[in-house]
């Protein structure tokens, strides 16, 4: 090992602080087996419910009439360009294991038949079939070992749980999650997937070991609601992921609710893209793009936020791992004053801003600011509003002739950054490293591990990073 990358080895450990906590034994990922698919090939041809396990094969057409469920010890792998069509608001229980390996040319569809997409701006959130929750989603038991979604779409998800499967799938009276996993020792890989809707969080990880890479989540949550909430006893990466009109906050991590056994909450986030963040909910609540609260550690860099309601925030009370947690070189566009003024002040925060970061928070915030609980009008954002505009390939900064937050579908916008972009080149490749928590694997496991790019977002002008 040459001299350069034992300085990057050095500097990546003390950036987290805790990289002996926090590393994972690779050994045991390598050796890591899931229960081959045991039920045979799955029949087409009438309604599925009940218990199910085997494989549904590549480019069928399956119908849920109600909830299946794998049961513990078994598999159901979903091969590529399966479309399942979902009736009676049913869902998924897994206590095996769930494997949806679709690819790009052909992905793998969970939808509502009949029900089409509506991406009229400003459409009332009762009118949008988007929020209505048509079905009950993938549900995971706390012994689910593995849940793999590759190359995924996953629409008008977010009906009540209710009783599904008795109580083991659910955290509370009324849970109505898109996706719930919640086991501590299990892993979770979600690459290049596409969830569209929901009433509640889109992604609630209770607990669990994550790979969470270059998914689009549009128009999640409903009036309220996270998008990828990560929670007491989660670790691991989420990297060039794509936000558009989501509810609450687009990434969160909390140790909330830490169980017993499970390690402390740490993520590392990094070449992300929040676009209106906030939509649905009420003005004045928290709502936007990055969260870290409540005890949790890790890391965020080279993020985009544009016009959301909040940006980043760092919590304070209940306070984030402020002693563990690193961030820089991120990046907000405000359309408006009303943005640029809450970039670093919105609901008791702590959030320290960065040289790195952009617009320089030194161009528009006094000397004296303070940012461990600074007050309501503390800064004057007149400075930041409407700078260094990131010149997306195909979407109107400022936004002209609709109020703020008006898009919150992607529709024809193309939020490639184009040859002017002022966001080339301004992300570090050196501050922050992903933590790799889970195996390796064409099926059973993570594809590929992306480093963190140059360029701000999840978006990369040499073509890598997200890849819709």
Request: aromatic share 10%; proline share 6%.
């Amino acid at each position: 090992m040459n001299t350069q990358k034992i300085l990057l080895l050095l500097v990546t450990c003390g950036i987290f602080a805790s990289c002996n906590k926090w590393a994972e034994d690779k050994s045991n990922l390598s050796k890591y087996v899931v229960p081959a698919p045991t039920g045979g090939v799955i029949s087409d041809s009438t309604p599925l419910s009940g218990s199910i396990k085997g494989v549904m094969l590549a480019g069928k057409t399956y119908t849920l009439g109600g909830d299946i469920i794998i049961p513990r010890g078994d598999t159901l792998l979903i091969q590529s360009g399966v479309t399942i069509n979902v009736t009676n608001s049913a869902g998924i229980v897994v206590h095996g294991v769930l494997a949806s390996i679709g690819t790009k040319d052909a992905p793998n569809v969970f939808t509502v038949p009949g029900v089409r997409k509506n991406n009229t701006p400003n459409l009332p959130i009762d009118q949008d079939s988007a929020h209505i929750g048509l079905w009950r989603g993938i549900m995971c038991d706390t012994s689910c070992t593995m849940l793999v979604l590759k190359w995924t779409h996953i629409d008008f998800a977010g009906a009540n749980y209710g009783t599904a499967d008795g109580a083991q799938v659910n955290e509370s009276a009324g849970t109505s999650f898109n996706i719930l996993f919640q086991n501590p020792n299990g892993y979770f890989i979600m690459e290049d997937c596409w969830l569209y809707g929901g009433t509640d969080d889109a992604v609630r990880i209770s607990s669990g070991k994550i790979h969470l890479f270059r998914n689009t989540m549009e128009k999640c949550g409903g009036s309220g609601g996270d998008i990828l909430n990560c929670k007491g006893g989660t670790v691991g990466t989420m990297g060039y992921n794509f936000f558009i009109g989501t509810a609450y906050n687009g990434q969160k991590a909390s140790n909330k609710g830490q169980g017993v056994g499970a390690p402390q909450t740490n993520i590392v986030m990094y070449n992300t893209t929040f676009v209106n963040g906030g939509v649905q909910i009420v003005p004045g609540a928290r709502a936007g793009g990055i969260d870290f609260e409540q005890g949790a550690a890790g890391a965020f860099f080279n993020n985009v936020f544009i016009n959301c309601r909040v940006g980043y925030r760092v919590v304070n009370n209940p306070v984030a791992d402020t002693a563990h947690l690193t961030y820089g070189y991120n990046y907000q566009w405000a359309d408006s004053l009303v943005i640029a003024d809450q970039f670093f002040t919105f609901g008791g925060v702590c959030t320290k801003p960065m040289p790195t970061d952009l617009p320089n928070p030194s161009t528009y915030l006094p000397a004296n600011f303070y940012y461990p609980n600074p007050p309501a009008n503390a800064y004057d954002g007149t400075p930041a509003v409407q700078q260094l505009n990131p010149e997306f390939v195909n979407y109107p900064l400022p936004v002209v002739g609709e109020p703020l937050f008006a898009y919150t579908a992607i529709g024809s916008f193309d939020f490639h950054l184009s040859s002017k972009s002022a966001l080339i080149g301004k992300g570090t490749t050196t501050a922050v490293a992903p933590m790799t928590v889970v195996p390796m694997g064409a099926i059973y496991g993570a594809s590929e591990v992306t480093p963190p790019g140059a360029d701000l977002g999840c978006y990369q002008i040499n073509g890598s990073g997200n890849q819709h």
